[in-house]
């Protein structure tokens, strides 16, 4: 298996919500990346997590708490957000933050959210 | 900051044509430069990635040509194809991996 797979493809949500976003990797990989793409922008980091332990928080509000349960997944949890984090979210993996490069990323095809 | 300085913002060809896309980088603690590919509503996928002690990599059409003095490099698709219409994005990696601007590459037919 070498895919990343996020779950919804597409979420709406008003602002008074509390949802969650998920990613899946069963490539063993032991760094999980939360990524938010707005329209005809590049993918900006968000969260890193390296062996299930947060790494990097790319100084995003608190609004957005990522977790991660167990080396195959990652969750995104939103509460009260604004219309402006509407946006495509990525997940990605790698094998390990401090192998060159990563190892590669592999990227899951994304959440489309919504917020009104 | 902008670590990872990408252009053109889009790129017009004609099919069978070389596409180029060029990137330039400040943080000489890269180590890793990988190009990605992104059809709309779909992730990036890596297409491929070069590390700072070679100065070419070819697979199959596309081709990373990587300059570390002037810390530079640049994507070469030859025999452009209209199945090669997508956003590219170049990036940079010291354990965590930042994206150029992208380009979005149109291959006409």
């Known amino acids: 298996d070498t895919e990343v797979t996020q779950t919804p493809k597409h979420l709406v949500m008003g602002m008074t919500n509390k949802k969650s976003l998920k990613c899946e990797q069963h490539m063993g990989h032991r760094a999980m990346y939360w990524y938010k793409q707005k329209a005809k922008k590049p993918p900006e980091l968000m969260f890193v997590y390296s062996y299930e332990k947060l790494s990097i928080n790319e100084s995003v509000p608190s609004r957005f708490s990522p977790e991660c349960p167990n080396s195959s997944l990652l969750n995104l949890h939103l509460h009260a957000l604004q219309p402006e984090d509407s946006a495509l979210y990525l997940c990605?993996?790698?094998?390990?933050?401090?192998?060159?490069?990563?190892?590669?990323?592999?990227f899951g095809s994304g959440t489309r959210l919504t917020v009104v | 900051q902008q670590q990872v300085k990408q252009s053109p913002q889009s790129l017009i060809v004609q099919k069978g044509g070389i596409s180029i896309i060029n990137c330039a980088y400040e943080?000489?603690?890269?180590?890793?430069f990988p190009w990605y590919q992104q059809f709309p509503g779909k992730g990036p996928a890596l297409l491929i990635a070069?590390?700072?002690?070679?100065s070419e990599k070819k697979e199959g059409r596309f081709t990373i040509s990587f300059n570390k003095s002037a810390k530079q490099f640049s994507l070469h698709i030859m025999d452009s194809q209209p199945g090669d219409s997508a956003t590219y994005f170049c990036g940079g990696s010291q354990g965590n991996l930042i994206f150029g601007k992208g380009t979005k590459l149109s291959v006409k037919p």
């Open positions: 990605a993996s790698s094998q390990d933050q401090k192998v060159q490069g990563g190892g590669g990323y592999t």
């Open positions: 070069i590390r700072p002690d070679v």
């Open positions: 943080n000489t603690a890269f180590d890793y």
